[in-house]
Structure formats: structure tokens, C-alpha cells
């Protein structure tokens, strides 16, 4: 339901709010504010699950996926520690925020599902430049939006045939 027009509610539901609660509980160790390597390999852990979730043509969530793994970085030596942890703090944010959307569409069934948002799409929509190679960016950007275009037309589309 959250995902995308054609996810069943359960699956949607379920399978988004399972994944995170799994990165949230991962996320807020002490420990990730300490470890580079770990919390970098855990935000990537994240963001490709959530990938995988969008419901969008195979190709294109496997180009996307090869895109951003490729072009990870697992150490930012210009990122200091002070900056790593408002990069976290704004990664369970951003977390938050889609677990109390979640809760909140659970108790508005009648908003249809071509007109949610697709939280997995904004959340890597919001990923940090320093996340990526900067040569990949450009590929990563247009990957992203082909992504969303998909999604806008895929939604329209339903819109129109269930509104008929």
C-alpha cells in the first residue's frame, strides 16, 4: 500500500515497517556513532533493501541498485565525526518520519493508493552527496528520476482506471 499501487497492504505495510524498525534498532546503537565502516555499510544495507521494495521494471531496479552499491563510499575521510553524527540523526529522522507515516495510513484506508507517496523512493531520494562517488552522480540522478517518472506514470494510470 505504501510502496506502490500494485503492493498488497500486508506486504506494503508489513514489509516496510518490519525493515524499519530492523535499520531503526540498528541505527541508534551507540556503537554506530563510533564505527565509520559500520554505520556507512548499514545505511547502504538499508537504502538497497528499500530499493528492492519500489515497484518499478526489474532492469531499472537492478541498474539502480548496481548504480548505488558501485558508487558507495564506505569511508568519507572529509566527513568528520561531529558531521557523521547529524548525518545519523537525520537518517532516524527520516526513519521516524516514515514509521509515523505508516501509523497514520493505517487509520486512512480511503486514501487510495496511487496517491501515496512512495516512501522508499523519497527516502533515497534524500541520501547525502557524500554517500557516492562523485563522478556517479549524474547516473545515479537519472536513474532516480527515470524511477520516478515510472512511478508518476504507472500512478496516473491507475488513477484513471479505477476512477472510471
Not at 22 to 50: H, T
Not at 100 to 118: C, F, G, R, T, V
Request: proline share 3%; net charge negative.
Amino acid at each position: 500500500m505504501l510502496i506502490t499501487s500494485s503492493c498488497q497492504p500486508s506486504r506494503a505495510d508489513g514489509g516496510l515497517l518490519g525493515l524499519i524498525e530492523y535499520y531503526d534498532a540498528v541505527l541508534r546503537k551507540d556503537s554506530m556513532a563510533d564505527r565509520e565502516s559500520d554505520f556507512r555499510a548499514s545505511k547502504l544495507g538499508l537504502v538497497v533493501d528499500l530499493v528492492r521494495m519500489i515497484d518499478i521494471p526489474e532492469g531499472l531496479k537492478v541498474e539502480l541498485t548496481s548504480a548505488i552499491v558501485d558508487a558507495w563510499r564506505l569511508q568519507v575521510p572529509e566527513v568528520t565525526q561531529e558531521q557523521r553524527a547529524g548525518e545519523r540523526e537525520n537518517l532516524l529522522k527520516g526513519i521516524e518520519g516514515i514509521k509515523k507515516y505508516i501509523a497514520w495510513s493505517a487509520d486512512h484506508i480511503e486514501i487510495s493508493n496511487q496517491k501515496k507517496l512512495d516512501l522508499a523512493l523519497r527516502f533515497i531520494m534524500m541520501l547525502e552527496p557524500s554517500d557516492f562517488e562523485p563522478e556517479a552522480m549524474a547516473r545515479i540522478n537519472g536513474l532516480i528520476r527515470k524511477a520516478v517518472i515510472y512511478l508518476g506514470k504507472a500512478n496516473a494510470y491507475n488513477s484513471m482506471a479505477f476512477n472510471t
